[in-house]
């Protein structure tokens, strides 16, 4: 059973910076190598649906417009970590930021929906506050 660990959460005032990181365990070599491993940040606020914020997927990145040119993704392979580096945060922001994974052909078209992903983490709270 594939594990996903996040860290990296906290309280932050409007502007400041976090980064989020994502710990995979247990994966098999082959399938955390594969081009076809998709690995993505959702976030979920009180009151709303999880959505998604960005997304690592054969070679490429993906960002939600909402986050594009302040957040970034990156993923380490040789560590088996996915990381979310977010500047210039917002107070809405603030969530339970998840990290997510799958193994699927062609699962980066479909990388921003939650219906994608069969491995998720416990998830870490960020905080944003005016």
């Known amino acids: 059973q594939v594990r996903l660990v996040e860290s990296g959460g906290g309280s932050v005032q409007a502007e400041g910076s976090l980064r989020l990181s994502c710990a995979a365990s247990r994966y098999r070599p082959s399938d955390y190598t594969s081009p076809w491993l998709c690995m993505a940040w959702f976030r979920q606020a009180p009151g709303k649906e999880r959505e998604a914020v960005a997304a690592s997927a054969l070679g490429n990145t993906f960002y939600a417009d909402s986050v594009a040119g302040r957040f970034t993704i990156s993923r380490d392979n040789a560590k088996n970590t996915l990381d979310l580096q977010m500047n210039s945060l917002q107070p809405e922001d603030t969530a339970v930021y998840y990290c997510?994974?799958?193994?699927?052909?062609?699962?980066?078209?479909?990388?921003?929906?939650?219906?994608?992903?069969?491995?998720w983490g416990q998830g870490t709270q960020v905080t944003v506050s005016s």
């Open positions: 997510a994974a799958v193994t699927q052909v062609g699962c980066s078209a479909t990388w921003y929906r939650t219906s994608g992903y069969n491995y």
